[in-house]
């Protein structure tokens, strides 16, 4: 399987936004559970948010109300929406493609929050 890739991370002052993109194998996407993950430095890797292959979503609590998955079967992406950025949120943030037998890591991209 070939490895999802990340793009959309940068530089963004407080409370500012961001959108991630996550771009997948045609033949596994609409199968397939997208996972958000992000690591800060010295820090382990936390599930950010999850956008089922049904449309279904799950959220961390640091993240409800800010941050929202979608995705669009047609061009194989997924995207996370990043409203409201605190300094906190900065990481690097890694897509995880999970389906029946694989699981699928992107090499991430940075975001930072800072002014």
């Known amino acids: 399987q070939v490895q999802p890739v990340e793009s959309g991370g940068g530089l963004v002052q407080p409370g500012g936004s961001l959108r991630l993109s996550c771009a997948a194998s045609r033949s596994i996407f609409s199968i397939s559970t997208m996972d958000w993950y992000h690591q800060a430095p010295g820090k382990r890797r936390e599930l950010v948010a999850t956008i089922t292959n049904g449309d279904s979503t799950n959220y961390a609590d640091s993240v409800k109300g800010r941050f929202t998955a979608s995705r669009d079967n047609a061009k194989n992406t997924a995207y996370l929406q990043m409203n409201s950025l605190k300094p906190e949120d900065s990481a690097v943030y890694f897509c995880?493609?999970?389906?029946?037998?694989?699981?699928?890591w992107g090499q991430g991209t940075q975001v930072t929050v800072s002014s």
């Open positions: 995880n493609v999970v389906g029946p037998g694989y699981n699928l």
